[in-house]
């Protein structure tokens, strides 16, 4: 069994406008987790704990083994962070930061730093006050992979980018999964990135943690199901289908537990079934926090 | 061995603070040149410019140095690094007080140099230093606040707060009579008056660092 | 083994990620790109290739190994099935798959077995007359 390389446990942190309830979360070295949830969701938040910046009121933190907050000067030298937050100096060029990193970083491997340079276009001798946001994001990004830290913790590392940039950033994010030792924790709105590189995907809504799982048996369990519903059929209510959207005597129902036999459930109560269509994260997204939100209200 | 983050950072600061730092070394050259050229009344007023140009950089320097870089959102870049709130602290402090020193011993010099060269009474000496304390004293409750506070709110408040004080205390001061006494005399002469208020002056930084930390060690969120 | 340049996951292939790398490695066996017993990549270095997430490409080659196509020994790596005539047996997979696609096509517009014969032989004929340069492709 491979070590944890973050361990959080009933963390909870009440804000006056915002809680975030009982967070349970656990990353396997040598994965890549996606953290994806509405705005305002906790995702910041929990980064946040993770990275040893705001205390948790109840709960355990572990990261690369070390208790945070208490041990994070001890964490922090294999961990690069970037977040939405955060902002490099204005008045100083990007190769003033790649000198200051590593004054500090023994790791630091200048000849991927150079090509970094290169693949992200970035001008070694600019002011970041200068930098589009597409190029201060690289720029971030450039700072932590050029020491190679052995997890990586990204807030949004992909958000406001345009495709050429969010491709870059993805193609060297899988980079850094040739080495198994290593960890990716991000989170993200773009549902295609966290689906396309993913290993693991958890997702958050209004500071509770909804789902947690594998990304191949999380997308598995949801399917779309085109009925065609004669008239004077009832459709049945069945286990594992969250959701059933009528226009006439065309039907749509989604569900989240899917198993082989839902089709022939719904064929032996006299509808039709015209398709089983597998469906993408975004979709699977919109339909998890919409029934999620009903459940609690209920 | 890793290297020491705190010296890094300290470093950067100097680093990002150079021009301002050769300046005031510059600015400090010039008004103690200015001191032993100009006639009386120039000095006089070029000494009070000298103080109000101390107590707006005692000013500036917390406020640019440590509210800003939260405000820009430097300071998450910071504590990305291997380093505690504690260190980030003891290296503001650091940084920030050692800047300031420089155009301060500037003022402290200066102050020294005109009772010298202008031949005035020994005897202000004690209230030249008493005098020359207030804008470190202002730098330091103006840098202290704004670690310990979360917005710059309280940079803001402190600062404020300072500069109203500043009237105030020479008002206080002027009025003491032991202070006063002997301002017209040849020699030194520290009475038990200035030694108390200097003792004052002189132990509220120590009590501002330990304020200071103590505050910091028990924040929940950092950012 | 270098990047694998020629393939890219499509957002618009509705067909789940793995199914679609499982596809392209049989046609790499397919067109003899990967020789029967050859050495294919490693899970971790054909997820870095093609840009996607370790766990997926880990399940088509399951599946993959299941299906008979390509071999896992523990700390040795993967390589392609050595069963004589694999290219061939998955090529004509392919061809089976897409007969049954036809048929359920032709079945939907209500077409009869006679009528699919007919027009699949009109198919043949077009083809043989169509220049060489448009041959071959799969």
Known sequence: ?298 | MRGSVVGALILKDLRMWREAIVLSILGGVIALAVVQLANEVSVVVGSVCFFIALILVGTMIPLAGIVNERKNKNLAFVMSLPVSSIQYTTSKLLSSTGIYLIPWMALVAAGLLIIQVRGFPHGLIPLALILELLPFIGFAIITAAALMGESEGWGILANVVVQCSYGLTWFFISRVPEVMKYNNSPVIVWSPTDLRILGTEVAIIPLLLVLTYFVLSRKRDFI | MTGDGAFAISQSDKRPMYLQIMEHMKQRVAVGDWAEGQAIPSIRQMAVDLQVSVITVKRAYLELEREGVIVTQQGKGSRVASTPGLGGRLREQELEQHLEQATRIAAMLGMRPKELEHRLREAGDRIAGEPVAEKGTI
């Open chain 1, 1 to 298: 069994m491979s070590e944890l390389a973050i361990r959080m446990s009933e963390v909870s942190k009440k804000y006056p406008y915002f809680t975030l309830d009982n967070i349970h979360l656990d990353v396997p070295q040598g994965q890549i987790m996606g953290l994806i949830g509405p705005n305002g969701a906790g995702k910041s938040t929990t980064i946040r704990i993770l990275m040893g910046l705001v205390h948790p009121d109840r709960g355990e933190v572990r990261v690369l083994g070390q208790r945070m907050p208490q041990n994070q000067v001890a964490a922090k030298w294999d961990i690069g962070f970037a977040s939405e937050d955060m902002r490099l100096y204005d008045s100083m060029t990007v190769g003033w930061h790649m000198h200051f990193i590593q004054s500090i970083y023994s790791n630091w491997d200048a000849a991927y730093a150079g090509l970094l340079l290169k693949r992200f276009g970035l001008p070694a001798m600019q002011k970041v006050k200068g930098l589009s946001h597409g190029q201060r994001v690289k720029a971030a990004l450039l700072l932590i992979l050029a020491r190679r830290p052995k997890l990586l913790v990204l807030d949004e590392p992909t958000t406001g980018l345009d495709p050429v940039a969010r491709h870059e950033i993805l193609r060297e994010l899988t980079g850094v999964m040739a080495d198994e030792g290593r960890t990716i924790l991000f989170s993200s709105h773009h549902t295609q990135d966290v689906e396309q590189i993913s290993d693991q995907i958890t997702f958050i809504d209004r500071g509770r943690i909804i789902d947690s799982m594998d990304k191949e048996q999380y997308l598995d369990r949801w399917r779309r199901l085109r009925l065609e519903v004669p008239n004077g059929i009832e459709l049945p209510s069945l286990p594992g289908v969250i959701e059933v959207k009528r226009s006439g005597r065309l039907a749509v129902a989604i569900a989240n537990a899917f198993v082989a036999d839902l089709p022939n459930a719904y064929e032996t109560s006299g509808a039709r079934v015209h398709a089983v269509e597998s469906m993408t994260l975004e979709e699977i997204f919109v339909a998890n926090v919409e029934h999620s939100r009903e459940e609690v209200e209920a």
